[in-house]
């Protein structure tokens, strides 16, 4: 058996399908500098250790959150609930920037980063490390405080280019 002709695969290629299928918690990533908010949405997000409790962060060099939390030091990860997904429509649309706090309920932690009331958790960060990669910054964020705004709700997850929910598993029985 033959397979029809086509074009080889990069791994780049294959990398960014294989991704689509690693779903993960869709994070609204927030500094401010000076008086100005700066957000974006991200899935690059993870735990590192517990000891001391510290966060990882990729940000695109090219973003403008980039400079903002380089410069100030300080970022906060907003993990979001399923009810957030027209916030995350609005981050994601450069077109929208002016929008961005002015919808929804925020407050200003004690970094100066903003919280989102629709967060599920939120993670006030100092920057403890920067790791240059390519067209990204790494960053490393020892939490300095936790807040839980909406710790009851579900959260949104993003995979295969599209937004999900959890659901429970039947306990086997």
């Known amino acids: 058996m033959t397979l029809p002709d086509k074009a080889p695969e990069t791994t780049a290629d294959a990398y960014r399908a294989g991704m689509r299928l690693l779903p993960a918690s869709v994070c609204l990533i927030t500094s401010s500098r000076a008086g100005e908010f700066g957000g974006m949405i991200a899935t690059a997000v993870t735990s590192v250790s517990s000891e001391p409790p510290t966060l990882l962060i990729c940000v695109n060099r090219s973003a403008s959150l980039f400079a903002m939390i380089e410069e100030t030091g300080s970022f906060c990860v907003n993990v979001l609930a399923t009810a957030a ?6 981050f994601s649309n450069s077109a929208r920037r002016a929008e961005r706090f002015q919808s929804g309920d925020w407050s200003t932690l004690a970094s100066g980063s903003p919280l989102c009331a629709d967060a599920l958790v939120a993670f006030d960060c100092k920057v403890a490390k920067i790791v240059e990669w390519h067209s990204h910054g790494i960053f490393l964020g020892e939490v300095c405080a936790v807040h839980h ?8 997850l993003y995979m295969d280019r599209r937004f999900h929910h959890l659901t429970d598993l039947p306990v086997p029985g």
């Open 149 to 156: 705004p909406r710790a009851e709700a579900a959260p949104l």
């Open 85 to 90: 997904v027209p916030l995350v429509e609005m």
